[in-house]
């Protein structure tokens, strides 16, 4: 028995498994926390630029209505996620200076909520704004 167990202490075949085994959960989490974070940050850009992409269009469209907003807004979003995003508007009459100019600010938030919840990032409220200066 002492022989045998001799040779089994001595046996070095199968260690490199073994470091695997130890090591890939926390490559893993590593790895499914990079994705999550630039999914999360691509979210955040897409919201920024239907933003300013909104915000653009009203500008140009000083009379249309703010459901026409709304819809450029969400068309603009990537990867078909504009009907996720909530929208709000705040006039200020007379900005800039002039009394003829009515400044919108567009906030849009989304609800990002992680595909993957054992990576420890938390569901995020993204915002975005943007001012349109209206004639």
């Known amino acids: 028995m002492r022989r045998l167990l001799a040779v089994l202490g001595a046996d070095e ?28 940050f ?10 300013e992409e909104a915000a653009r269009y009203y500008m140009l469209n ?20 504009g009907s996720d995003v909530t929208i709000a508007y705040a006039d200020t009459a007379s900005c800039n200076g002039n009394s003829a100019v009515t400044c919108t600010m567009i906030t849009a938030t ?6 993957v919840g054992f990576v420890g ?12 200066v209206r004639y």
């Open 110 to 115: 989304y609800n990002f909520t992680p595909a």
């Open 42 to 51: 691509y979210i955040r850009q897409a919201l920024e630029y239907a933003t």
């Open 13 to 40: 075949r199968g260690g490199a498994i073994l470091e695997f085994a130890i090591l890939a959960p926390v490559l893993l989490v590593i790895l499914f926390g990079i994705v999550e974070m630039g999914r999360m």
């Open 62 to 81: 000083p009379t249309t209505a703010s459901g026409n907003v709304d819809t450029a807004l969400r068309n603009a979003m990537a990867g078909g996620m």
């Open 121 to 132: 990032i938390s569901a995020q409220t993204l915002t975005a704004k943007a001012q349109a």
